[in-house]
């Protein structure tokens, strides 16, 4: 499509439309609104008013000009202020002579201690045609609120867009926002699939990412705090509501993140320390991985009390988790929420029993999922609902008694368990569990391999492995592994143990093969994980 073609289609005009409140400072005495017209309009302003009253107050607006692939746009955004807490009021929003309909909103509490809001997540949809509809996923949304008119605010949890590189799929969300987004506040954290673009985007081809989300930064400029990490801003930025404070993550310049994220959770004296970032770290998938988020981000999020997130289209959460430990109460670490899909499109994961999860949702059906946080002083309430109705999950988090009802124990071993991205082994494990010797963890290779899908071939005193396109062979007694990059000494012998199998040094076994192992102490399990999502599957001759 031409842009020639898209601008009378779903282009910009200069009457304002993608109308969208956002919390920016303090909610209760002020709201800011952004909404797009065409270049041609370089002006704009909001006006401002309690219901009843019949005076207007206008709100200045500042200008961000962008030009998208199908557009060339002006988007403007205005602070609605002064506001009174807990009031009614109507605003209206363009220039003197094009102006968008009366839209109303309530103002926020006042630093309450109990409040509630609304948590999404993947509500990517639309085919690369336009109008890429969203309508469902409005129509989802206005039946949640409607059903939670308690709900202050909207939180997603990224993928927002299901290639944001284009203006196809942002309007189409905008479309399907309409008569939401006017009202109640929005914010965005940002996905994968929001910085994702394509050089065709018709035909699917030429995919890649935009490291500072071009799009997401450009339409979004002025709706949120300008105060995340330098050089990573809109993307990351933090606000305050009541006694908690949000800190939204985005999905590049990780250093710069951790840092931010550790540095804003410390210097905030609320009570509750939330944040979303996209990319779950307890998946629930088999072949997830979290190696970008996890370690990187471990500092930053073990400051926080709840991380939501979203990514796997699935329902989880964990256990309170702390470094590299599952424990039970609050205070020893945090709860990672992962909030399943927002737009009915079952998972390409198929959720697993891992082992930091206290609780997971094979969510299957075509149908959204949902969360309602609600906050009442120390405690968080959080249920997740099937949008049908159905409850998938009702937990409080009580930070005075240190406590999480309903309680769910994290697992303590008596005996050292081996996990494969926290998955247990089953049958090929039971009896070839971890052995310590001189200091060293050793694990059977072939067991790991009957799990994952891997090749193992044993020959008399040698086992060769191989997944991921990497193998590795072991002989018995010999501290030398030959791997795809060469002879490699291990940092001890290959040694025959449990059941007459093979067993190596779990460091040694997983360097050539694109895995790293990792000791969960307080729980005394190894789980190996790796930074790839491939599927292991033997060849079948």
Not at 32 to 52: F, I
Not at 129 to 145: H, K, N, Q
Not at 209 to 220: C, I, K, R, W
Request: net charge negative; with cysteine; aromatic share 12%.
């Amino acid at each position: 499509m031409t842009k020639e073609q898209w601008k009378p289609l779903r282009g910009s005009s200069p009457t304002p439309d993608q109308i969208m409140l956002s919390i920016k400072g303090d909610p209760a005495r002020e709201m800011t609104v952004r909404w797009r017209v065409s270049e041609d309009v370089t002006n704009g302003y909001a006006l401002l008013r309690p219901v009843g009253s019949q005076t207007w107050t206008r709100c200045e607006a500042v200008c961000n000009f962008f030009e998208t692939d199908l557009d060339r746009s002006n988007f403007f955004f205005s602070d609605l202020k002064p506001l009174s807490p807990e009031t009614e009021y109507e605003y209206t929003v363009g220039d003197d002579t094009r102006r968008s309909p009366v839209f109303r909103f309530r103002s926020l509490k006042d630093h309450p201690t109990r409040f509630s809001f609304l948590c999404v997540s993947d509500i990517q949809t639309g085919s690369a045609e336009p109008p890429a509809d969203y309508t469902f996923v409005g129509d989802f949304l206005r039946e949640t609120l409607r059903k939670h008119p308690e709900a202050d605010f909207i939180l997603t949890a990224g993928d927002n867009t299901n290639c944001g590189q284009t203006d196809v799929q942002w309007t189409g969300l905008f479309l399907g926002l309409a008569g939401i987004a006017e009202s109640v506040p929005v914010m965005f954290c940002m996905g994968n699939h929001d910085d994702m673009g394509f050089a065709d985007y018709y035909a699917g081809t030429g995919k890649y990412y935009s490291e500072h989300a071009t799009y997401f930064t450009n339409m979004l400029r002025y709706s949120y705090p300008e105060n995340g990490p330098v050089g990573w801003e809109i993307a990351n930025y933090a606000f305050d509501y009541g006694n908690a404070h949000f800190s939204i993550l985005g999905t590049s310049g990780y250093k710069e993140m951790n840092e931010w994220l550790l540095a804003d959770a410390s210097a905030s004296d609320k009570t509750w320390k939330l944040a979303a970032h996209h990319f779950p770290v307890c998946y629930a998938g088999p072949t997830i991985e979290s190696a970008d988020t996890w370690p990187a981000l471990q500092p930053g999020m073990d400051a926080c009390d709840v991380v939501f997130s979203g990514h796997e289209h699935s329902f989880a959460r964990s256990y309170p988790r702390r470094g590299d430990g599952l424990y039970d109460r609050p205070s020893q670490g945090t709860v990672h929420y992962n909030i399943g899909s927002g737009a009915r499109n079952p998972p390409g994961t198929r959720v697993v029993p891992k082992v930091w999860n206290a609780k997971t949702y094979c969510h299957e059906e075509n149908l959204s999922m949902y969360t309602i946080a609600d906050v009442d002083g120390p405690r968080l309430r959080l249920r997740a609902f099937v949008e049908d109705g159905r409850l998938v999950d009702d937990c409080v988090i009580d930070k005075e008694l240190d406590r999480i009802t309903p309680p769910d124990p994290a697992p303590v071993y008596n005996r050292p368990r081996l996990k494969y991205k926290g998955y247990d082994l089953g049958m090929c494990g039971e009896h070839l569990l971890p052995q310590q010797i001189n200091d060293l963890w050793y694990v059977c290779p072939g067991a790991v391999m009957s799990y994952t899908g891997g090749t193992a071939v044993r020959a008399p005193g040698q086992i060769r492995v191989e997944i991921y396109g990497r193998f590795a062979v072991f002989t018995e007694n010999s501290d030398v592994m030959e791997t795809s990059g060469g002879a490699v000494r291990m940092a001890g012998p290959c040694l025959r143990l449990s059941e007459g199998q093979l067993f190596v040094p779990v460091e040694d076994f997983c360097r050539p093969l694109r895995m790293q192992p990792l000791y969960f102490t307080h729980n005394n399990f190894i789980s190996i994980e790796s930074d790839t999502e491939q599927r292991p599957v033997p060849v079948q001759p």
